[in-house]
């Protein structure tokens, strides 16, 4: 069983940046692909993007060019850097990992944008 863990949510005005962690409590060179989600209130989770084992990145066309995702295998983490945030980002981040057997999902960590 592997726990993950997200940091680094808070209120920020738009315009501005956070940078997000997913601690895994176990090595992440097990899962082929490490993702964040984000559920905004009312609405359904989706993907904003992922990583995958040999550092292979996808995003969601609402993030493309703000957002990017890294990966620090020895520190078994995950990273969201979220430049140029803007009023819709708001919404609970959820980091996930996921292999052909089993997938993990964090509790998430509150991002709010506004002025």
């Known amino acids: 069983q592997v726990q993950l863990v997200e940091s680094g949510g808070g209120l920020v005005q738009p315009g501005g940046s956070l940078r997000l962690s997913c601690e895994a409590s176990?090595?992440?060179?097990?899962?082929?692909?490490m993702g964040w989600y984000r559920q905004a209130p009312g609405k359904e989770r989706e993907l904003v993007g992922f990583?995958?084992?040999?550092?292979?990145?996808n995003y969601a066309d609402s993030v493309k060019g703000r957002f990017t995702i890294s990966r620090d295998d020895a520190k078994n983490a995950v990273y969201l850097q979220m430049n140029g945030l803007k009023v819709e980002d708001t919404a609970v981040y959820f980091c996930?990992?996921?292999?052909?057997?089993?997938?993990?999902w964090g509790k998430g960590t509150l991002v709010t944008v506004s002025s």
């Open positions: 176990g090595s992440i060179l097990s899962f082929n692909i």
């Open positions: 990583i995958t084992n040999i550092g292979s990145t």
């Open positions: 996930n990992a996921r292999n052909l057997l089993r997938t993990y």
